[in-house]
């Protein structure tokens, strides 16, 4: 296991000078990493309002939310990733910044790009996140509860992943939202150069 973990972040030290989302070889200004990131947010809100609706409503209502874009690469048993995104705290609301990185081991090749949404119930779990960052090094992924395990039948727009019953998280794929969510290997955490 030490051994997989190894070359995990050996891979993530050689890859993540080709993440634009590091600010290394990206000319971008502070205001226009800030603009890209708040376009990201609202073409991914809308993938989710329309896939899921209710979610509109529950964002709206929620104490904030946090919205990610991540791309991976998987390299033989090496996988990383690298993501940028945008907390929002509804009371205030403010924008705060941050990054996302992912580390595993396990068989593959290519490029896979895709996006998570947390929506937090509770003013503690949203804190949290924002002032400390969450890493799910080790952890296990979030439980996917479904229409389908409630007898509702089955669909991919069905899916939420929820971390305690503080925060529920979407993750959307290229094929639409996910059955299952993975946060396995992943660290979330400001980003002081856009703060």
């Known amino acids: 296991m030490k051994a997989r973990y190894t070359l995990a972040m050996l891979a993530a030290v050689i890859l993540l000078p080709f993440d634009s989302s590091a600010g290394l070889f990206d ?3 502070a205001d226009e990493k800030r603009a890209e990131i708040q376009e990201m947010r609202g073409e991914i809100l809308a993938r989710l309002y329309s896939e899921k ?8 209502n929620s104490v904030g ?5 991540n791309t991976g690469i998987n390299v033989l048993v090496v996988s990383t990733g690298n993501g940028k995104g945008v ?3 509804n ?3 403010k924008d705060i910044y941050m990054r996302m990185f992912s580390a595993g ?3 593959g090749a290519g490029v896979k790009k895709f996006s998570a949404v947390f929506v937090f119930h509770d003013r503690d779990a949203f804190d949290q996140f924002v002032d400390k960052g969450w890493n799910f090094t080790g952890q296990a992924d979030a439980a996917a509860t479904t229409d389908a395990e409630e007898g509702k039948g089955a669909g991919a727009a069905d899916a939420a992943g929820t971390i305690n019953e503080s925060v529920s998280v979407y993750q959307l794929t ?3 939202l996910a059955l299952q969510v993975t946060l396995q290997g992943t660290k979330y955490w400001k980003n002081d150069d856009l703060n």
């Open 65 to 69: 939310y946090a919205v990610f874009h």
């Open 174 to 176: 290229d094929k639409g």
């Open 91 to 93: 009371a205030s609301d």
């Open 105 to 107: 081991a396990g068989l």
């Open 87 to 89: 907390a929002h705290d």
């Open 27 to 29: 000319k971008k200004d």
């Open 53 to 60: 609706p209710e979610t509109e409503e529950m964002i709206a």
